[in-house]
């Protein structure tokens, strides 16, 4: 691994100073699961390093009336196993769950599997289907972006080499809410999504007031199903409904083929767990 300096900011200001004065040469460090496996192979070689361990405003897990806010260096682990994230924001605790193994998930940070910014990243999902936004701090003050807007491409989001990702804000669901995430991998755990789908359904008098569908690693960015949402929305969730959303979300995947799986084999997997988050969040919903 190649020698660098290490930045270690008490501040959010602080550690704004560090990237101004180092700019592209510098990495952010939170829980290092991705990036020092990046370091040792030469991926990726910073003059400096910037551990975010002592700005206290990223490793904040707080909940009201209103929503969540997630620092984002706030472990998958801690996201696991916080029981108002369980209850009230299932999916997102469900994707904390399949990080890697326990020990990833107490390193591995909600921040760090956005900002890598991974087709397949598991916390993504849940994420666009609670309508959640990224709050990001800069040399010219804070400003918010929508999950859905968060991701520009392949391993690259909105972030300037000047801002950091501070938390994720998240609109409470409100009542008679419901949600799921499911993934495809080929083995149990220590594995990547071949597809990733979380579903959000809301009901509101008999019928589905809002609907959300996400998807993962079928496109060169997390993404919703927006079509399949609207065919939800404003009408009673039956099992036919359930069915044509599925199919209607196939068509908002983009799949390729790999080693991992073929482009075909992605589209229905896409369907498949469409349609079973889609069951499941109905189910969460109370419907």
Known sequence: ???????????VDEALRVLSERGSEAKLLAGGTDLLPQLKNGLLKPAWVVDL???ERVRTLRSDSGGLRVGAAVSARTLERDATTQKTYTS??????????????????????????????????????????????????????????????????????DEILLEIVIPAPGPRSGGHYLRHTPRRELDIAVVG????????????????????AVAPVPLRAREAEQ?????PVT??????????????ARPIS???????????????LT??????ALARAGG
């Open 1 to 11: 691994m190649r020698r660098f300096e290490l930045a270690l900011p008490r501040s």
């Open 197 to 216: 789908v979380a579903s959000q359904l809301t009901l509101s008098n008999g019928v589905c007031s809002k609907a959300r569908i996400a998807l993962a």
């Open 53 to 55: 361990s002592g700005v």
């Open 92 to 161: 997102l605790a469900e994707s904390g769950a399949l990080v890697g193994s326990v020990q990833i998930r107490n390193l591995a940070t909600l921040g760090g599997n956005l900002c890598n910014a991974a087709p397949s990243a598991d916390m993504a999902p849940p994420l666009l289907a609670l309508d959640a936004e990224a709050v990001i701090a800069g040399p010219r003050g804070e400003r918010r972006v929508p999950i859905t807007d968060f991701f520009s491409g392949v391993r690259r989001t909105v972030l300037s080499p």
């Open 258 to 272: 790999d080693q991992r799986g073929s482009a075909d084999y992605r589209l229905h997997l896409v369907r498949v």
């Open 231 to 235: 065919l939800l929305e404003g009408k």
């Open 239 to 252: 099992p036919e409904g359930i069915e044509r959303a599925a199919e209607m979300a196939v068509g908002a």
């Open 275 to 280: 349609r079973r988050t889609l069951r499941t």
